[in-house]
Each structure stands twice: as C-alpha cells, then as structure tokens.
C-alpha cells in the first residue's frame, strides 16, 4: 500500500524539479550583467529638463522615451526638474557625462539632482544613433545604473556603440532599471 | 463625572497625539549625508602608446605645484585644476621645459570621478590635449583618453595609472620616454 505512495511523491518532486527547471530556462536566459550604483530617485515617475538643441534634442529625446516606455520609469518633462539633461563642448576624450548629486540617511541614497551631458565635441563625428546611444548610456547612470558589459547601454566605452547601435536600451539594460524602480 | 472623563480622555489623546508627532518627526528626517560624482563614457579605447601619442597635442613629464577647484566646476561638473612645471617637452611649440601646463581633471578629493586626480609633489609622465573650452589658454589640457594618459614617475620608471583596458604598457622606462618626447 505504501510503495504507489512513495513512487506518487518521488514522480510529483520529479516533476516539480522538472518544471522549475523548465521555468529558468525559459526565464532566466544569460546571467544578469547590470550594474546597480545604490541610489535612486525617490519615486518611479521622475521629472526631467531637456535643454538640448537641434540633432542632440532628437537624440537626447529619443533615449528619454526608450528608457521611459521600455522600462517602469516614466519620465515626464517639467521646466523645473533637478534632473537635466543637456551637452558641452570639451576635448576631455568622454562621449558623455553625468554629474549626480545623492543623498544618504538610513533609509538609503535617493538621487537628488542629476545633469546628464553629451559631448559635442566627440559627437561631432557621431551617427544619430551613436549620439542616442551615448544620450540613453549618461540617461541610464542618472537613473542608477552603473557601467555593465559591452553589449549593453551601460557599456563602458563609447567604442563599443557602433556594434550595438540597434538595440537601446537591451534587456539587461532594462532588467537593471527594473529591478531598481 | 462624564465630562470630566472625557475631558481626561481629550487630555490623553492630544498628549499621545503630540507624542506620536514628536516620534514622526524624529524618524521622518533622518541624518543624511550628500555626495556628488562624476560618470562619464569614455570615447575611445587605446590599442597602443603610439596611438595615445597621434592623439595628443603634447607629451610632457612635469611635476605638480598646485591644485585648484574652479567655482564653476569644469564643463559644468566638479574639477581639479593641477599646475605643473614642465621637465621635458616633446617637439611641440605649445609646452617647454620650464613652462608651465594646466591640467583639468573631473572630481576633486572629495568628488570621485573617473580617472585617478594627480597630486601635488608628484611627477608624471602626461599625454594631453587641449582643451576646447571657452576661452581656455594654450597651456590647458585634458588628458588624452581621460585616464590612458597618466603615467606617474616610481623607482622604476613611469607606471600606468589608469586601469582602462587599453592595450598600454604598464611601464614606461626613461629611455623610451625620450623616444616618445621625439615625436611630439
């Protein structure tokens, strides 16, 4: 009377482990590469000032919709916003930067205030889509992510861009700002 | 006796009501420390010295005098501005030995940014560009590729600061500085 018991639970725990299984490979794909800084804005729906111009206004503008329809962040436009967006012109041999101003208390670090600048100078010689690229890469360090792999916004170098030009932001991308907001 | 119970309980829950407030108030604004950083993308990455090199104005080996933080930051972000005193020159008209260079750098000591800040006292083996900035002087310089460009002076020779991964060498001896001040 036993044994068609055991064998019923050993079959049932197969097939648990089974269909857990099932579940990674279908969910899990690569491992996840994103880099978190440990900050963020206090609320998933942030504000931000676009003071771009001309071919940085359609890049800068595009990367704020990739990242605000692709990701759980909204980001809407308000005059008044801490968090700029905008570009500079300096020979410092950046694509980009992102200056951020954070805060820290026991709760955790809430970003402040962020300018997330593209590089005319370098960008002078960039495609539109290299220039989205490095516009959605500055966009995604001040919603908290950090540099991550070559193949993904977060990349660390502006190099690496004219490979993956097509795909902005990637699923890794948006699985980090995800896991943030 | 009822409203003097009820007065007692109105008591009671405006001093629990105050207490109450009085705790909000002390967890709701909490200590907090603010900090500010500086990220960046960097657009090109080094397969060479000799390709550091094309891309600089100048090469120069010069020892740090003075630093400074301009009150507008540089480019709109926090920055160090180094002096240096130029040792050797390379072959070109801007810098000479003797002269000076200006340096500028993002962050300070107490903003991190992405390359390692020269310090003052220290002698350096620089690769650098100019600046582009407004109104910027012929002796200002970005180091070329951000953090390639660094090389500090040890027993040893000129060791590689940055920790990029360029193809660079992690050492650059004397003799091959003088090599490379031949050519700019």
């Keep these: 009377m036993k044994r068609p018991k055991i064998r019923t639970r050993v079959t049932a725990a197969a097939a648990a482990i089974l269909i857990s299984s099932a579940l990674v490979l279908v969910q899990g794909g690569p491992a996840n590469a994103y880099s978190l800084y440990g900050c963020k804005w206090s609320s998933a729906t942030i504000s931000i000032r676009n003071i771009t111009a001309g071919v940085y206004s359609t890049a800068s503008s595009a990367a704020i919709l990739s990242w605000s329809n692709l990701t759980d962040v909204t980001l809407t436009a308000s005059s008044s916003s801490p968090f700029v967006v905008t570009t500079y012109n300096a020979n410092d041999g950046l694509a980009g930067k992102t200056t951020m101003s954070t805060a820290t208390n026991a709760f955790g670090c809430t970003i402040t205030g962020a300018n997330a600048a593209g590089n005319t100078y370098t960008g002078a010689s960039y495609s539109a889509g290299k220039k989205r690229f490095a516009y959605a890469h500055e966009l995604g360090h001040a919603l908290g992510l950090n540099h991550s792999a070559n193949n993904t916004v977060m990349a660390p170098f502006a190099s690496y861009y004219d490979t993956y030009l097509n795909n902005v932001p990637t699923t890794d991308d948006i699985n980090g700002i995800n896991a943030i907001y | ?184």
């Design chain 2, 1 to 184: 006796m009822k409203n003097l119970f009820s007065m007692r309980l109105r008591v009671a829950v405006g001093v629990v009501a105050i207490s109450a407030a009085l705790t909000g108030c002390a967890t709701a604004v909490p200590e907090s420390t603010t900090s500010v950083e500086v990220h960046g993308s960097r657009a090109v990455l080094y397969e060479s010295i000799d390709s550091v090199v094309a891309d600089s104005a100048v090469v120069v080996t010069a020892k740090v005098t003075s630093q400074s933080q301009p009150k507008d930051g540089i480019a709109g972000s926090p920055g160090t501005i180094s002096a240096l005193a130029v040792i050797e020159a390379g072959t070109s008209d801007l810098v000479k030995p003797g002269g000076e260079v200006f340096v500028f750098q993002y962050g300070s000591e107490t903003v991190s940014a992405m390359a390692p800040l020269l310090k003052v006292g220290e002698t350096y083996l620089l690769f650098l560009s100019s600046t582009a900035l407004p109104d910027a002087r012929s002796n200002d310089f970005f180091v070329t590729g951000n953090s390639a460009g660094i090389y500090q002076l040890t027993s040893d020779g000129y060791k590689r600061l940055g920790t990029d991964p360029d193809k660079l060498p992690e050492l650059i001896t004397q003799s091959e500085v003088a090599a490379l001040l031949a050519v700019k």
